[in-house]
């Protein structure tokens, strides 16, 4: 009979519970993620996580830490008010394509541009996961969802958006950086994005935002394996990677 | 017998309407009263006037809003054409003579004080000061304040910037009691 | 005894005073008028007071900063007037089914839509009946007078944190525009500790807090909606409303906010000539004062609702006196200021039965 054995280690404030996340969606990588830098830089006891609306509202069941639900969309302006009211806390965001890039745009353009010294993570599937697949802002071309059954098409529905290369242009934004996790090399160049972004944060010098290119096996009607292949030959494509904007290295420097 | 007074003052935007509304208000205050003063804004300031209403009173002031006022300050032509047919009858009216002709005044319904306010803060070398001459001359036809308590509340309406002008100001008050004394009522 | 010292300011700045005075520490606001004195003067003096300010983005993101800001447990509140409360509701609703005791200032104009800038109370339902999604009141507080405005912010904190609720109140271009001496007061025996058994701090050395509206297991939203239901029962003890006159009168007026003062000079005029007539003016539009109400129609008194609106409240008074009396109705429309004089003949009709 074979045993489960546990051969990693994983950090403290991410609970011990089995995820409601599909077999290969790339959520759980990036909550370990968020759990390995605060841990990291000994941030979780001041740690304040804003929800957001999309499969993601769970978070609060994975990671454990003080946490609000925002309205769809609203989590940067959340975030705000919970920063000004505590700016010795550390506080993040952790939002979706269709909750960051669709309703909630204008939320996240001016909480970035004011430099409002919080952290965004922004998980980029390309669909509205949780509501069944639907078109999402950064669905790519030809892409088919349940709301373009035939494809995306550019002269109707516009082309996708490139979140991180906007909020890299904002004034307030001392860090932009788009990963995916879809191999372990990428995912190692995550790990040190969302430490920085987290670093940022602890040095006051602005917003952070980091874009983590995800899968959606299920709605992408793939297997897991299908869907990770898919980050690397579709979307990275259109997604660079890289950073696009590090005030802290330039200082460095 | 309660104390009640209360006032519409019209004019021009920039005649320094609500400034005297203020220090009518804040006299009132300063002289232990209840006081309400409201700005009119919206659809009625497009008329070309801006007005306000003053209430003073010992007793509480219900509504700060008055259509049919006991007393006016009209600084110009638009004004009279609009309230003094809501004056009530025997009431005060304060007219600035230097811009309306008050042969339009409707003498002998109510009581009106016709003041050259212009000609009056030209002399004292500030024309800016007509609306200082009004309500010294207002203060002084209803006897509603001293003159001084409305003398000493400039204070509270001329910023510290501008205390230096204070005592111009108290002189045009006086200006306008004096006129309304020595010239009484417009029959 | 020395008289106390009276400031002359605008109702707005009343709100202001009063929430500084409450101890609130953020503000979050958007301009629009009639209210823009408000987040004017808290630009200056929100910063002099060690909190924040933030002039948001929208109207929306305002009262999702105050979620957050007082999801911490913190003062805090937004101002805004009718058609910004509307993109307000969305946060407000969140802050009901969170039990997060934000402050929200409707200084309200005529609507519906963009409407104008002058005063109404088209707002009454809205501020009343919830206002966005889900089944959820807030605390609606209404000034009459410029004093009031500026007690009425401070008990709108004490109250929002007492039952940890959101508030609202609910005052008009009058209120907010007109100037009154102002006696300030400073309260005494603000718990300096208030909020933080249950506000956002970073869950050190203690199991993690979760402020939320989603309760999708069986059986916790039923939950969820009795205890808030709970709440609000429990919140009628705060009922308050100013009674004039009532006692002899024959014919009870019922007006809030400005128009309540206003009736107040029509009434004087009429009783000078001796008409016996009364005003109740509710000061908590929720929890509504219904006893005070019935029992003034249980002692025979007829009634008459007037607002500043096509009738709202006059459905919360009529339920309240059902079984014994019905209320006849007076509306003042808007784009005109309403003045002691337009309540003379709606009054005596109503007298004469």
């Known amino acids: 009979m074979n045993q489960e054995i546990r ?96 309703i909630g745009m204008a939320e996240i353009m001016h909480c970035a541009n004011r430099g409002e010294n919080i952290t965004t993570i922004f998980v980029n599937n390309t669909v509205y996961g949780m509501t069944g697949g639907q078109m999402a802002p950064t669905t790519l071309v030809g892409q088919k969802t349940t709301t373009c059954p035939g494809g995306r098409c550019r002269e109707n529905e516009g082309m996708p958006i490139r979140m991180t290369e906007i909020i890299a242009s904002l004034g307030g934004v001392a860090f932009a950086e788009r990963v995916a996790v879809n191999n372990i090399k990428n995912i190692k160049k995550a790990q040190k994005a969302v430490t920085k972004a987290f670093e940022c944060q602890t040095k006051e010098i602005g917003f952070s935002f980091v874009e983590v290119l995800a899968t959606c096996p299920t709605n992408w009607r793939m297997t897991p394996i299908q869907a990770n292949k898919r980050i690397e030959t579709e979307m990275i494509p259109y997604f660079p990677l890289g950073n696009f904007k590090d005030v802290l290295a330039k200082e460095e420097k | ?40 804004y919206g659809p009625e300031m497009r008329g070309g006037t ?77 024309s800016r000061m007509a609306n200082m001459v009004a309500i010294g001359a207002y203060v002084q036809a209803t006897g509603v304040l001293p003159v001084k308590q409305v003398q000493d509340s400039l204070g509270s309406v001329i910023s510290e910037h501008y205390s230096h002008m204070i005592p111009k100001n108290a002189a045009a008050i006086q200006a306008g009691a004096d006129y309304v004394i020595a010239h009484g009522q417009y029959v | 005894m020395s008289t106390p010292k009276r400031i002359f300011v605008k109702g707005n700045e009343a709100i202001c005073h009063g929430a500084l005075t409450a101890g609130a520490k953020c503000f979050f606001g958007y301009p629009i008028t009639p209210q823009n004195d408000i987040p004017e003067f808290m630009s200056a003096a929100m910063i002099e007071a060690g909190g924040q300010f933030v002039q948001a983005e929208s109207e929306v993101a305002a009262a999702n900063m105050l979620l957050g800001a007082a999801g911490c447990g913190i003062r805090a509140l937004t101002s805004s007037s009718s058609p910004g409360i509307s993109l307000k509701q969305e946060a407000i609703s969140y802050m009901a089914g969170s039990e997060i005791p934000g402050v929200i200032v409707n200084v309200s104009r005529g609507g519906p839509g963009l409407g104008d800038i002058g005063p109404s109370q088209g707002d009454y339902f809205q501020a009343t009946k919830g206002g966005g999604h889900g089944d959820y009141h807030l605390l609606v507080l209404a000034p009459g007078t410029v004093q009031e405005a500026y007690d009425l912010t401070i008990k709108a904190f004490d109250l929002a944190f007492k039952y940890r609720n959101p508030v609202m109140i609910l005052a008009d271009a009058i209120i907010g525009q007109m100037k009154e001496p102002l006696v300030p007061w400073i309260p005494q025996g603000l718990d300096p500790d208030e909020g933080q058994d249950w506000g956002l701090q970073g869950a050190k050395g203690r199991a993690p807090r979760l402020l939320k509206s989603l309760f999708l297991d069986d059986g916790a939203l039923a939950g969820q909606n009795e205890k808030l239901a709970a709440k609000y029962r429990a919140m009628q003890v705060e009922t308050d409303q100013e ?56 002692q ?53 039965g």
Do not use: W
């Open chain 1, 7 to 102: 051969v990693t280690n994983y950090p403290e404030v991410l609970t011990d519970r089995a995820s409601h996340y599909c077999p290969g969606c790339h959520h759980g990588i990036a909550h370990r993620l968020v759990a390995e830098a605060i841990t990291e830089l000994g941030l979780v006891d001041k740690t304040i996580l804003i929800g957001s609306i999309g499969c993601s509202v769970f978070i609060y069941n994975y990671l454990s830490l003080d946490a609000i639900e925002s309205p769809h969309g609203r989590a940067p302006a959340v975030a705000t008010g919970v920063k000004r009211a505590r700016p010795d806390k550390i506080v993040f965001s952790y939002q979706g394509d269709g909750d960051l890039a669709s």
């Open chain 2, 1 to 40: 017998m309660s104390m009640y007074q209360d006032a519409i003052i019209a004019g021009f935007g920039g005649q320094g309407v609500m400034l005297i509304g203020n220090l009518l208000a804040y006299a009132g205050m300063n002289a232990g009263l209840n006081v309400t003063y409201i700005p009119v």
């Open chain 2, 50 to 126: 801006a007005n306000c209403t003053v209430v003073v009173s010992d007793d509480v002031i219900g509504s700060p809003i008055i259509r049919s006022p006991v007393s006016l300050i009209i600084m110009n032509g638009p004004s009279l054409d609009k309230f003094q047919p809501q004056l009530q009858d025997g009431g005060i009216l304060i007219l600035n003579s230097s811009l309306i002709d008050p042969v339009k005044s409707d003498k002998n319904r109510v009581k009106v004080y016709a003041v050259p306010v212009n000609e009056i803060a030209d002399s004292l070398g500030n």
């Open chain 3, 243 to 298: 009674l004039f006159l009532t006692e002899d009168a024959d014919l009870i007026v019922v007006a809030f906010g400005s128009i309540g003062r206003i009736v107040k000079s029509t009434i004087r005029k009429l009783r000078a000539q001796g008409h016996k007539v009364g005003l109740v003016r509710p000061i908590t539009l929720f929890p509504f004062p219904s006893a005070v109400l019935l029992d003034l129609a249980r």
């Open chain 3, 300 to 352: 025979g008194k007829r009634f008459l609702t007037i607002e500043h609106n096509m009738g709202q409240m006059v459905e919360d008074v009529r339920l309240a006196i059902r079984t014994v009396a019905d209320s006849a109705f007076h509306g003042q429309l808007p784009g005109n200021l309403p003045t002691p004089d337009d309540f003379e003949q709606p009054i005596l009709k109503a007298l004469e």
